[in-house]
């Protein structure tokens, strides 16, 4: 056999190669970019993740178009299998975005309320999607994760004279 029998798999490669090399740059490009701005680091993490995920998916539909099509019962199988992979690995996050999005309906905590969960008493003073950032009496800062916020006992002391005669 010569090579020109496994052209569309070496086309294939160098194809995925060239686009997670893009990727790649681009990605520290931008990241570069942002730093220099002065960006939060959350927002630079997102950036650079969508980046990497734009190409994965643009990598994935050029082997898809080079290798060739499957067929439609193939193509469902790996995809639940993808789906379900991706659920079981994302569990834990998900969990703490949708507890993230309760917490904020309920309008439970907000910045500068002083809590106490689990022990650990201090004001709040950033909300985000997956957790919730204490700074601490002696200035330090905790992390609390939206779903302990959501599962166990919360004593807000901020929130009294706020949500006056609601409860």
Same mark, same amino acid.
């Given at each position: +056999?010569?090579l020109?029998a496994?052209?569309p798999?070496?086309?294939?490669? =160098?194809?995925i !190669?060239?686009?997670?090399a &893009?990727g790649? #740059?681009?990605s ?13 680091p959350?927002s =630079? ?5 969508t980046?990497? &995920?734009?190409?994965? *998916?643009i ?9 060739g099509?499957?067929? #439609? =019962? ?5 995809? !639940? #299998?993808?789906? *379900?992979a991706?659920?079981? !690995?994302?569990q ?6 949708? !507890?993230? #999005?309760?917490? *904020?309906?309920?309008? +439970?905590? @907000?910045l500068?309320?002083t ?5 650990? /008493?201090?004001? =709040? &003073?950033?909300i985000?999607?997956? /957790?919730?950032?204490?700074?601490l009496?002696?200035?330090s ?6 779903? $302990?916020?959501? $599962? ?9 004279? @706020? ?5």
């Open positions: +056999m010569t020109l496994y052209l798999e070496v086309e294939a490669i =160098v194809t !190669a060239i686009v997670a &893009v790649y #740059f681009l520290r490009w931008a990241v570069k970019r942002l730093q220099a701005r002065g960006a939060a959350s =630079v993490r997102g950036v650079r993740v980046i990497s &995920v734009l190409s994965i *998916l990598a994935g539909a050029i082997i898809g178009s080079l290798i099509p499957i067929n #439609f =019962v193939s193509g469902l199988t790996l995809s !639940a #299998f993808v789906g *379900l991706v659920t079981l !690995a994302l834990t996050t998900l969990a703490n975005v949708i !507890a993230g #999005f309760i917490l *904020l309906q309920d309008r +439970m905590l @907000r500068n309320d809590i106490t969960i689990g022990g650990v /008493t201090g004001k =709040v &003073v950033q985000g999607l997956v /957790t919730v950032w204490l700074r009496e002696d200035g800062v905790a992390s609390v994760s939206n779903s $302990s916020l959501l $599962s166990g006992p919360v004593i807000n002391r901020s929130a009294a004279n @706020r949500l006056k005669g609601e409860y």
